[in-house]
């Protein structure tokens, strides 16, 4: 089965894609991640996150068009981003590919919160922030 969520986000492809693809910031921004670590070099990574353990295996991407992680020992087989630009905008989607029905609507909120999150995120970092600077729970006050 697979879920699927879109948002809208004034900026480049190219900034949204750098942030998907830097495991260095996504606890910065994505309310989910609580810490990545990197568990055998460039092959395969841990997540912490508020969904379970979740074990990257393997990838797909290409440069600013879209990022697919493949998962084990995970509720998701699969998950990913794709990126296509609209004017001055670029419309996002993250779309989760699961075996389990019944977890569908408790993904379609993480999703849309996760999109909320990458959003604000983006939209901070296009105002000049510093991504050091970002504090994710303001998500949760935020419009």
Do not use: C
């Amino acid at each position: 089965m697979r879920m699927e969520k879109k948002i809208e986000i004034k900026s480049s492809p190219k900034r949204i894609y750098d942030i998907l693809i830097d495991a260095e910031i996504i606890t910065k921004w994505n309310l989910g991640v609580d810490e990545i670590t990197e568990k055998e070099e460039g092959k395969e990574f841990h997540l912490k996150s508020s969904i379970g353990d979740i074990f990257i295996v393997d990838w797909e991407q290409v440069e600013n068009e879209y990022v697919t992680w493949h998962m084990k020992n995970s509720t998701m087989n699969s998950l990913g981003y794709i990126l296509e630009p609209k004017g001055d905008i670029v419309e996002t989607t993250l779309w989760v590919d699961l075996d389990n029905k019944k977890l569908a609507k408790g993904y379609e909120k993480v999703g849309e919160l996760t999109l909320k999150a990458l959003k604000n995120f983006v939209d901070f970092l296009e105002e000049g922030g510093n991504a050091e600077d970002f504090d994710k729970k303001q998500l949760m006050v935020s419009p």
